[in-house]
């Protein structure tokens, strides 16, 4: 994990791992739920930190003794189940902290996906291209599994109908087979 992942973002999936309700929350782990605020000291106050240190003791012990709760598999069913029973009202500085985890590998996984894309398209050949030309070939290639699957003369279509054009798109090239004789 050390090679693929920062420590930051080691430091981050140790802290995020806490929260599972698997195994009767066995990785429940008070002091890297405190941690994980801390890293996000923007999002939790001071005051807010502090009060999460009892939130988080009395948190285990009902979903320990909660039979609902400790049905739950995922970080996702935990959360859902929190909305449902309105637990999240009880303890809403944990469920902040559960959906910070369940958001930071999305956010984080996109960005850095996105990035990638960028330094693929804009070359040192494309450094004068446009914002707006750019954002639209990044949507191209972030998304392209969706785009494999329309049609050249859908896009052609749609080319057409968007404003009348002087010049048209060639219609599909026929192929001439020559007479041998």
């Not at 080691?10 to 890297?32: E, G, Q, V």
């Not at 995922?74 to 910070?100: C, E, G, M, N």
């Not at 749609?158 to 054009?165: D, G, Q, S």
């Amino acid at each position: 994990m050390n090679n693929r992942f920062s420590e930051t973002s080691t430091r981050l999936l140790k802290c995020i791992a806490c929260l599972d309700p698997r195994d009767s929350f066995s990785n429940f782990d008070h002091d890297k739920l405190v941690e994980l605020a801390n890293i996000y000291s923007i999002d939790f106050s001071s005051q807010e930190r502090y009060l999460l240190t009892d939130q988080l003791n009395i948190y285990i012990d009902v979903m320990k003794r909660s039979t609902g709760f400790l049905a739950c598999d995922s970080l996702s069913s935990l959360a859902l189940k929190l909305v449902q029973s309105r637990q999240h009202l009880v303890f809403p500085l944990v469920y902040r902290l559960i959906r910070l985890a369940l958001t930071l590998p999305v956010a984080t996984a996109s960005v850095e996906r996105v990035f990638s894309a960028m330094n693929i398209i804009k070359t040192d050949l494309r450094n004068k291209m446009g914002d707006d030309w750019l954002n639209d070939l990044m949507v191209c290639f972030v998304e392209r599994e969706i785009f494999a699957e329309i049609s050249d003369k859908e896009i052609m279509v749609h080319f057409h109908a968007l404003k009348n054009r002087r010049g048209h798109l060639p219609p599909e090239p026929r192929v001439h087979y020559a007479i041998m004789s």
